[in-house]
């Protein structure tokens, strides 16, 4: 299932993203490399960033989310989990 992960940054966001920034994509590297990460990256108005993953439940992507080294560190504020359909481009 896919399932967007909104991360919202908090008032110390832009200060902390490029120390934690290191620890964040580690913690992502299994996942891509499993072709779990489907997009990823900040909005670039600097409110947070987006994450869709392929993840087996909901409860595997909040885990994900909330153990994430911008939310353990305070990057983000808050995390928005959804499950999301894709339409396009149409999946086979």
């Known amino acids: 299932m896919l399932f967007v992960i909104i991360g919202h940054d908090g008032p110390d966001g832009a200060a902390l ?49 909330n153990s994430d080294p911008y939310t353990t560190s305070g990057v983000f504020a808050r995390v928005e989990v959804k499950p999301f359909r894709q339409v396009f481009p149409e999946v086979a």
Do not use: Q, W, Y
């Open 17 to 65: 993203r490029p120390k934690v920034r290191p620890a964040h994509l580690e913690n992502l590297r299994p996942l891509v490399s499993a072709g779990k990460v489907k997009i990823a990256g900040p909005f670039t108005d600097g409110s947070g960033s987006l994450i869709i993953v392929d993840m087996e439940n909901e409860a595997a992507a909040i885990a994900f989310a």
